[in-house]
Nanobody
Framework: QVQLVESGGGLVQAGDSLTPSCEAS????????VGWFRRAPGKEREFVAN????????YVTGSLKGRVTISRDNAKNTVYLRMNSLKPEDTAVYYC???????????????WGQGTQVSVSS
C-alpha cells in the first residue's frame, strides 16, 4: 500500500506558474505509475497527466500539452506537476493517484490523495 499527500496548491493570477507535489509513503512507491487528475466544482474528474515508475515515459492530456510537465523523484517519494501559463479554467482540486501502470482512466488507480486546491484568478 501507499499513502499520498498533495501539497503546493494555492491562489495565483492568470499567467502564473504553480507546481503542486505529491508525496508518498511506502517502500513500493517506485514500482507504481502515478497519475494526476483534477476536479472543478460541478464537473467530472478530469485526467491531467501520468508518469511511469521509472519516469522514462510521461503523458499529458492534449488540452494541457505544452503547459504541464510531470516528473518524479523516487528517492524522495515525490511526484511533481508543473503548470505554466495558468488559466482560470485550471481552477480545481488536483489529485494524485498510484496504479499498476499508466492510464488516463481514474478507475485504473488504486490509491488517492486528498487533493490540493489550485485557484487561478483572471
Amino acid at each position: 500500500q501507499v499513502q499520498l499527500v498533495e501539497s503546493g496548491g494555492g491562489l495565483v493570477q492568470a499567467g502564473d506558474s504553480l507546481t503542486p507535489s505529491c508525496e508518498a509513503s511506502g517502500r513500493t512507491f517506485g514500482s507504481y505509475a502515478v497519475g494526476w487528475f483534477r476536479r472543478a466544482p460541478g464537473k467530472e474528474r478530469e485526467f491531467v497527466a501520468n508518469i511511469s515508475p521509472s519516469s522514462a515515459t510521461t503523458y499529458v492530456t492534449g488540452s494541457l500539452k505544452g503547459r504541464v510537465t510531470i516528473s518524479r523523484d523516487n528517492a524522495k517519494n515525490t511526484v511533481y506537476l508543473r503548470m505554466n501559463s495558468l488559466k482560470p479554467e485550471d481552477t480545481a482540486v488536483y489529485y494524485c493517484a498510484t496504479g499498476r501502470s499508466r492510464s488516463s482512466a481514474w478507475n485504473q488507480y488504486n490509491y488517492w490523495g486528498q487533493g490540493t486546491q489550485v485557484s487561478v484568478s483572471s
